[in-house]
Each structure stands twice: as structure tokens, then as C-alpha cells.
């Protein structure tokens, strides 16, 4: 099981999402915990470092966990995806790790990994994601 934390970000019925260097699947912003952090902690960091902006704490809102076979691994190796809706400060950036962020749609589904596309699917359903 690879546990990850999620950054789910919409804006007028689009979601903000990331493709690494190297990579062709775009990805939800966030990433694993290092040992001893919390969710919050995790999102915040991971937040920072992929998109030079600062999660606000007390906007932290829960918005589900979501499982599926980890793109590029064994089969039956999952990945556990604890999604969270926050406010942030500062101005979104792809930082070095990241080649590209993308502002995607229902349409954008086959461009994301698979745990992504149950979320998109989710968010789609729930009229959030157009």
C-alpha cells in the first residue's frame, strides 16, 4: 500500500493538477508523509514544494480517500489517496520538480493516473468537475 495525501483544488469547474519531470500522467498536487507527520502537515509541505504556495491551517477541509493500482507498479500494489480541500497564499508555480501545472476537466480523465480518475469520477458526479 503507497499512502498518499491530496491537494484537491477547483476552480470554475476545473481541478488543478501537476505532471513531474519525466512523466506524461498528470497528478493531483501532494505526495507521501515523511515519518511523524500529520495529514495537515503533509499536505502543507508537499504543497510548498510543488507549487511554491502556502496552505492555509484552518481551511484544511476533508474530501474523501480514494483507492486504485499504482501507476507503474506490481499488480496489486494500491494506492491510498487522502484527499483535502484547503485555501492557500501566494501564487501558484510549478517548482523544480514539477515540469507543468494544468488546470483539467472531466474530458482530461485518460490523462490522469488511476486513482485520479476515481476522483475525477467522484468529482464529476457531485457536479464539481466539468
Given amino acids: 500500500m503507497i499512502d498518499k495525501i491530496a491537494w484537491l483544488h477547483l476552480v470554475d ?3 488543478l493538477s501537476t505532471r513531474s519531470r519525466g512523466k506524461d500522467v498528470y497528478y493531483l498536487p501532494g505526495g507521501k508523509r515523511e515519518a511523524g507527520e500529520t495529514d495537515a502537515q503533509t499536505l502543507v509541505r ?3 514544494e510543488e507549487l511554491t504556495v502556502t ?3 484552518s481551511s484544511i477541509e476533508p474530501a474523501g ?3 486504485a493500482q499504482a ?3 506490481a499488480a496489486g500494489i494500491v494506492v491510498r489517496m487522502t484527499c483535502f480541500t484547503a485555501e492557500y497564499t501566494g501564487t501558484l508555480a510549478a517548482s523544480s520538480e514539477i515540469d507543468e501545472l494544468a488546470w483539467l476537466g472531466y474530458a482530461d480523465r485518460d490523462r490522469v493516473s488511476a486513482v485520479d480518475k476515481l476522483i475525477f469520477d467522484h468529482l464529476h458526479e ?3 468537475l466539468s
Fill in 13 to 15: 469547474g476545473r481541478i
Fill in 46 to 48: 508537499e504543497v510548498r
Fill in 55 to 57: 496552505i492555509e491551517l
Fill in 65 to 67: 480517500v480514494f483507492e
Fill in 71 to 73: 501507476d507503474g507498479k
Fill in 126 to 128: 457531485a457536479g464539481q
